[in-house]
């Protein structure tokens, strides 16, 4: 063995020996799946390589009760200040329902006091109510949304809309009224005023509405007023007092259409003939005379063609004409007598024949300005021949009326008609005539002549229609 060579190996002594205090803890070995018999503390650090520890199976801790509103009232009594009595619930009288808004009010308010828990989920699998979400359409609180959306739609009612609404209708109700008539075209408003009652008792139901809702209820008061007052009915009797009045006044002092010196109220004259054309023209002795000579040829001319027999249905009269400013006048009128045949004609033909006899009648007494008023023109309303003669064209026509104006005087009207009722299908013509036949004896049916004139004065009063006619000469007449 070589000199330089150790005989024997040796281990060298550490530096550092060990302290006696330290003691070497004894490696415990797990099994992976964590089956040792002893828990295992849930704050110690995990184990490298094992897999994260098990949510413990064990039972959760009963949770705290809940507590009622009175004995949170008795806990926080004596954090309040002094004189406070805290949340006071209101109180409903047992004699009535609560209604649908305070319930659901109370249950907000119970909801929102109640603590928010996150819902553990049980060992046989079933979950809490909060787990399960609302059906689509159903309301979270469990309520139908059906009376939430009609009370909506009865909260967005606005009571200054219906105020507006109720003021145009009474606007529109008064423009009506002021508009009426009685007469041709009245029918046409009386139908608007019936639409309007139909308004007025919606509006009349949405002013209760409001005032129920107690909500502006000032608003819905005061058009449930004006609905009450300013109606149709109302309107048109304010309109019938007011028209009375405005025709009392034009008979007094008058004629109503312009104001005129109070002079003009014995004027001996008449307002709508002027004096001169009264003097010129045929007195009114010359008129009778005329009239009779000539309503006799007329019904000479058709008996002989016809052989008519007629009736004398109306005496002559003479009345004192009106100066046309409130007073009498010096003038008269005269009516003559009224004929009327007792038979009449039916055909087109016939009744053209005794249109012409009558014409050639009038131009011998310088009369030529016989008018139809039954025959059709553009200017008629469809529908108005039909219900004033009771056909659109002359030869389906109840009812021939001719008349002429300046007829032997200036102020002279006279006016034949044939009546024929078979052709009345509708019936308006024989309703017409009613009033003619239980009034003033007339037959329905028939020809008849009619002749009348006024301003007309006698040959006796002529010196003093002159001298009364003074005062007036360098004055101008009032329209």
């Known amino acids: 063995m070589p000199a330089d060579e150790p005989t024997a190996f040796s281990v060298p002594e550490p530096i550092f020996e060990p302290s006696p205090e330290a003691e070497v803890l004894p490696v415990i070995e797990e099994s992976p799946g964590g089956s040792s018999d002893e828990p295992r503390d849930p704050n110690a650090p995990p184990i490298p390589g094992a897999p994260p520890a098990a949510a413990s199976s064990a039972a959760p801790a009963p949770a705290t009760p809940e ?5 949170l009232e008795a806990e926080t009594a004596r954090f309040r200040r002094p004189g406070s009595r805290g949340r006071r619930t ?5 004699s ?4 649908s808004r305070r319930q659901r009010k109370s249950a907000e308010r119970a909801a929102a006091s109640q603590p928010e828990s996150t819902a553990i989920p049980a060992d046989d699998g079933e979950r809490s109510p909060a787990a399960h979400p609302p059906a689509a359409g159903a309301s979270p609180t469990g309520r139908d949304e059906l009376g939430a959306r009609s009370r909506g739609v009865v909260a967005s009612f606005s009571p200054l809309a ?6 145009a209708v009474t606007l529109f109700t008064v423009l009506l009224a002021v508009s009426y008539r009685p007469g041709e075209g009245a029918w046409a408003i009386l139908v608007a005023f019936v639409l309007v009652v139909v308004v007025q008792i919606v509006l009349l139901i949405g002013s209760v509405i409001v005032i129920r809702r107690k909500v502006r209820r000032r608003w819905g008061v005061l058009a449930l007023v004006l609905l009450l007052v300013v109606n149709p009915g109302t309107a048109m009797a304010v309109s019938a007092l007011s028209t009375d009045r405005a025709g009392g006044g034009s008979s007094v002092g008058g004629s109503g259409d312009e104001e005129h010196d109070p002079i003009w109220d014995t004027y001996p004259g008449s307002a709508y003939v002027d004096a001169k054309e009264t003097l010129d023209g045929p007195s009114y002795e010359d008129f009778v005379g005329t009239s009779d000579e000539m309503l006799a040829e007329i019904r000479t001319a058709l008996t002989a063609e016809f052989g008519f027999d007629w009736v004398e249905r109306q005496p002559a009269e003479t009345e004192v004409d009106q100066n046309g400013y409130g007073g009498d006048s010096m003038l ?6 009224v004929w009327q045949t007792t038979t009449t004609v039916r055909t087109f033909e016939e009744k053209s024949r005794v249109v012409e006899l009558i014409r050639q009648v009038l131009l011998r007494y310088g009369i030529a300005n016989l008018d139809m008023q039954n025959a059709p023109s553009s200017w008629r309303e469809p529908g108005e021949l039909t219900e004033r003669y009771g056909g659109e064209t002359l030869d389906t026509q109840a009812l021939w009326d001719l ?8 102020a002279g009207d006279f006016r034949t008609s044939i009546v024929d009722l078979t052709l009345d299908s509708a019936g308006t ?3 017409d005539r009613e009033f003619d036949v239980d009034y003033y004896d007339m037959a329905a049916e028939g020809v008849e002549l009619h002749l009348d004139s006024y301003a007309l004065l006698k040959e006796a009063d002529r010196a003093d229609y002159l001298e009364a006619l003074k005062p007036y000469a360098d004055l101008d007449k009032p329209k």
């Open 90 to 94: 209101p109180r409903q009288p047992a």
């Open 96 to 99: 009535r329902k609560p209604s």
């Open 67 to 71: 507590r009622t509103p009175e004995e």
């Open 403 to 410: 008349h002429t104006y300046n007829a032997i005087t200036g």
């Open 332 to 337: 008269f009128e005269y009516t003559a007598p």
């Open 162 to 167: 219906l105020l507006g609404a109720v003021v």
């Open 429 to 431: 013509v024989a309703k």
